[in-house]
């Protein structure tokens, strides 16, 4: 199978995990023209982020030049990282009606796969800080957690 | 057709200037770049400001031992499982770390609920808890704050570092955040878009999340501060140079702040 890579902004990493499956694979940037309005630092940064990947760089509809790479690389699958933004998933989502697409996990933080609430950080936290920690995961209900802006208005600590 | 776009540069200066060229909308702001260099390379450069011990007790200060990698964390150049390990290196006991680490799982939870709520993020997630309305707030954020010219030497310097240098302390984003929706009486969303257009680690989750956290549409309270509190964690460094020091708006104990900013019984 010939494989290309697309990489977007919420993964500049050299070593990620797409880089890392397919080392030989050519890799595409897209500077979406649907993608949000930025300063130039922003766009200097990220470009130079991309000079330091084996990447070749495109500006205009995302998916149509994802897919006019892979075509002319007559690849008939695309390799991406998963990414919480909706407006890279809507990417994917058209990708992923012409072409097969994988997308790969981003190098996990926490190994964790329970479910956890979060509808405050205090109740993540206490699920999750042994994970995050790498302790050994101790029983519900022996941690002291530390509630942001809870003790002061200075609300010092978390956010 | 369009073509692949450039790789090659003589320098930093004529990567600028093909950026500004590629992209005719950055015209609208300022143009400004930042010292801050992207890449694997420049991230690795600030490993070396991973002091964990000394982050858990500085980390409020503006002076602290913060690391500066948010922009290559926002962007995946540098992965949160990265850092944590970094600092429980360093740390000589796990609990060194414990702050440290805390903050970069702040990271992880807003992530988490970005892939839950999706465009969300723009919306209040729970009503304000100051007592006003939603409407009751501005949809614009007033000239003077963007531009710097508010007359209060604290915010206005907010306001040029984060247009400037695209970063910006995390209290002083607090205090910035604050002093818009809640003195300012101007919708978070407005604060949070301007935000978005200069932070090189700018990020819908962490940065809409905050604001709201801030705001109080997805706390119990909404945050503020007092001068007295901005000037500790700055070491006077705005009030000392301030025109309207001992007579600014944010003067005075936290009750009557309270009393006068919000509507709450
Ligand atoms: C109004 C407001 C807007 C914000 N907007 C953004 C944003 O757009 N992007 C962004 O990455 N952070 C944002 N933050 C969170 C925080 O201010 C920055 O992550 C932090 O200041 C970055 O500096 P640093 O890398 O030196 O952090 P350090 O203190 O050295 O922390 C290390 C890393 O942990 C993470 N982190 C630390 N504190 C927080 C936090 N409170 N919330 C989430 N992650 C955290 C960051 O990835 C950071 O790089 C915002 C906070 C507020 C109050």
Redesign the interface.
Known sequence: MNTIIWVH??????T?PAYMAYPESPSIFV?DDAG?????????????????LPV?????DAVQ?IL?FARRHSADRIVT?AT???RL?RIQQKLAQSIQLEVLA?????EFTGT?R?ER?SQ??RT??PY????EPRSEGDQEV?I??SNT????A?? | ???????D?QDRQD??DY??E??P??A???????D???????AEQLFENIDPKKYGATR?NISGAVTYLS?YIR????????V?DLA?RRADQ?KD??KF??????R??W??????L??GVWDDIEEYKTGFPPDSYDEELPVNIKRGTTGLACIDAFSREL?R??YLH??AR?WLASYVVHWRKVQWQAGAEWF?????D?D??SNNL?WQ??ASTF?N?P????RE?LERHTEGLYCRQCLHYGSCPFEGR?EDL?QKLFQIQ
């Not at chain 2, 609208?28 to 930042?34: G, H, L, R, T, Y």
């Open positions: 902004e919420d993964c500049l990493h050299p990620g500077f949000p309005v930025m300063s130039l630092k922003r766009y200097v940064f990220i470009y130079e982020c991309l000079l330091e070749v760089i495109r500006k205009g030049e006019g990282i919480p933004s909706p998933k981003y190098d996990p933080f926490l956890v979060l950080f993540f936290w999750v800080e995050a920690m790498l302790e530390a942001p802006g208005n200075d609300a010092a978390g956010s | 057709m369009s073509q692949d776009l450039r790789r540069f990567l600028i950026v500004a590629i992209f909308q950055t609208n702001f300022e143009p400004f770049v930042a801050t260099r992207g890449g694997r390379r420049a409020n922009p962007h995946g150049v540098v992965t949160l499982r990265e944590r429980l796990r770390a414990a680490i805390m903050e970069l799982a702040w992880e939870y992530q988490r609920l970005y892939e839950t999706g465009g247009r240098t695209g995390n209290h607090m978005l257009e200069h932070l090189l700018g819908p989750a905050s956290w801030v706390s309270k945050y503020f501060f007092n509190n936290y309270s």
